[in-house]
T-cell receptor
Framework: DTAVSQTPKYLVTQMGNDKSIKCEQN?????MYWYKQDSKKFLKIMFS???????INETVPNRFSPKSPDKAHLNLHINSLELGDSAVYFC????????????????FGPGTRLTVL | AQKVTQAQTEISVVEKEDVTLDCVYE???????LFWYKQPPSGELVFLIR??????QNEISGRYSWNFQKSTSSFNFTITASQVVDSAVYFC?????????????FGSGTQLTVLP
């Protein structure tokens, strides 16, 4: 069974459209993240949720809105897509050490390659 | 602020050679965690190792070994007897300790190519 899954794996869309990427983890973790990997392979944190609450919100345009309906899911909605949003988006999850996790290692989903035309 | 530097952008070796990937980090935290991840051509990010800042013991796992030196703020990764399947981008990453933001700060990655 896949530990962290993302859908879709590929997303091709036109500028100006709104799209969503879904993420689910079955590891029982309480913290989830979104990272963006640009064309040069650089990985940068976007958001982090702990127990459905936003705890990290890096400098990301407000066109990006994360939503966590429960601890196992963290979705990413993007409004008014722009060419510069083309990237690979990775979801990850971990168990917070403060809540009894033995390790806070982040495990990543397979990534969603977003192409904005 | 935290920073991770992987000065080697690309490395190319011939199969069976040993190769070391360098990682230097900066942090003001007294407790922190260091990681290595592998990104093969298929694109997923595969966790390799996690190391606490208070545990400087080197670690060996099969052909992989890691050398953590707090004095030089380095966490280098060596692959012994490299194989073609080791070809990937390798990322070093850092996260803060308790009370700090727990997101990973990644280095820019090292593209390793192992030639047959």
């Amino acid at each position: 069974d896949t530990a962290v899954s993302q859908t879709p794996k590929y997303l091709v869309t036109q500028m100006g459209n709104d799209k969503s990427i879904k993420c689910e983890q079955n590891l029982g973790h309480d913290t989830m993240y979104w990272y963006k990997q640009d064309s040069k392979k650089f990985l940068k944190i976007m958001f982090s949720y702990n127990n459905k609450e936003l705890i990290i919100n890096e400098t990301v345009p407000n066109r990006f809105s994360p939503k966590s309906p429960d601890k196992a899911h963290l979705n990413l909605h993007i409004n008014s897509l722009e060419l510069g949003d083309s990237a690979v988006y990775f979801c990850a999850s971990s168990q917070d050490l403060a809540s009894g996790g033995a390790t806070d290692t982040q495990y990543f989903g397979p990534g969603t390659r977003l192409t904005v035309l | 602020a935290q920073k991770v530097t992987q000065a080697q952008t690309e490395i190319s070796v011939v199969e069976k050679e040993d190769v070391t990937l360098d990682c230097v980090y900066e942090t003001r935290d007294t407790t922190y965690y260091l990681f290595w991840y592998k990104q093969p051509p298929s694109g997923e990010l595969v966790f390799l190792i996690r190391r606490n800042s208070f545990d400087e013991q080197n670690e060996i796992s099969g052909r992989y070994s890691w050398n953590f030196q707090k004095s030089t703020s380095s966490f280098n990764f060596t692959i012994t007897a490299s194989q073609v399947v080791d070809s990937a981008v390798y990322f070093c990453a850092l996260s803060g300790g308790a009370g700090s933001a727990r997101q990973l700060t990644f280095g820019s990655g090292t593209q390793l190519t192992v030639l047959p």
